[in-house]
């Protein structure tokens, strides 16, 4: 189980998750178009979900129904 980041962050990106994950777990890249959470390190802190300005971080249990496919998503960028 894991924190997922879905659609708000494309658009805004603003790091501010990365600034507050205590393992260093949320990563990018210039081209992508969000930030990602990688599953198999998140430690279910909520921290990110927190810190996040426009509610894109949910853990996956709880993410809206539109937005299921954004776990798959976040697990496909550090495959
Ligand atoms: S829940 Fe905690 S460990 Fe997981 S991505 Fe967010 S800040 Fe990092
Ligand atoms: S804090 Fe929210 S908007 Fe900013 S990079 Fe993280 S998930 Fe994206």
């Not at 990106?13 to 210039?30: F, H, L, N, Q, Y």
């Not at 249990?61 to 937005?67: A, F, G, N, V």
Request: proline share 6%; with cysteine; aromatic share 8%.
């Amino acid at each position: 189980m894991a924190y997922v980041i879905a659609e708000p962050c494309i658009g805004t990106k603003d790091a501010s998750c990365v600034e507050v994950c205590p393992i260093d777990c949320i990563s990018t890249s210039d081209d992508a178009p969000q930030y990602y959470i990688n599953a198999d390190q998140c430690i279910d802190c909520a921290a990110c979900e927190m810190a996040c300005p426009v509610t894109a971080i949910a853990h996956e249990d709880s993410l809206k129904p539109e937005w299921k496919k954004y776990i798959a998503i976040n697990t496909d960028f550090f495959r």
